[in-house]
């Protein structure tokens, strides 16, 4: 009786497991990267309904099994469903591959800008306000406002809220 319980559980959570895999695979295998990446459609109706973990992977899974035009973009908005889920480790990495030094030292306005942005946010995430502040001073100091820095601002104003909230 044991083992067929058991046998029931296991074959049971397979067969969950397999749905929600091919239900991943129908957003990903059949959609390009402009209808993935709509606000009517994927991992955004996931976000919208707060399901931050479950956006993420679908993001990932797109980026491993499709070729996105816009791998840059895609990783950011990954980073930030991780953050949303307060999986700082994961939104980190997803982060990082959005931007190099190289924009800093060789890029124009918008590179060196988004450098800033990113750095910011991952200070923001590392509770380095310091940092967060620093860059954010730089920036006004360097280059024009835009919505990134009130981004920025905004988060160095909610600090020690999540990044959900803060956001």
């Given at each position: 009786m044991k083992f067929f319980l058991t046998f029931l559980f296991v074959f049971s959570s397979l067969i969950s497991l397999s749905q929600k895999y091919n239900d991943l695979n129908h957003y990903t295998l059949f959609y390009n990267q402009?209808?993935?990446?709509?606000?009517?459609?994927c991992w955004r109706q996931l976000s919208n309904n707060k399901k931050y973990?479950?956006?993420?992977?679908?993001?990932?899974?797109?980026?491993?099994?499709?070729?996105?035009?816009?791998?840059?973009?895609?990783?950011?908005?990954c980073g930030?469903?991780?953050?949303?889920?307060?999986?700082?480790k994961l939104a980190k990495k997803y982060f990082k591959r959005t931007y190099s030094i190289f924009y800093?030292?060789?890029?124009?306005?918008?590179?060196?800008?988004?450098?800033?942005?990113?750095?910011?946010?991952?200070?923001?995430?590392d509770n380095d306000k310091k940092k967060l502040e620093s860059i954010i001073?730089?920036?006004?100091n360097k280059y024009p406002p835009?919505?990134?820095?009130?981004t920025l601002i905004r988060l160095n104003k909610?600090?020690?809220?999540?990044?959900?909230?803060a956001y």
């Open positions: 402009d209808t993935f990446d709509s606000d009517t459609c973990i479950e956006a993420a992977n679908l993001i990932v899974l797109y980026l491993k099994t499709e070729k996105p035009v816009n791998r840059h973009s895609l990783n950011w908005h930030q469903m991780f953050a949303m889920a307060h999986s700082d800093k030292w060789f890029g124009d306005t918008d590179a060196k800008t988004w450098y800033y942005y990113v750095k910011g946010t991952i200070a923001f995430i001073h730089t920036w006004k835009d919505n990134n820095l009130e909610n600090w020690g809220i999540s990044y959900e909230q």
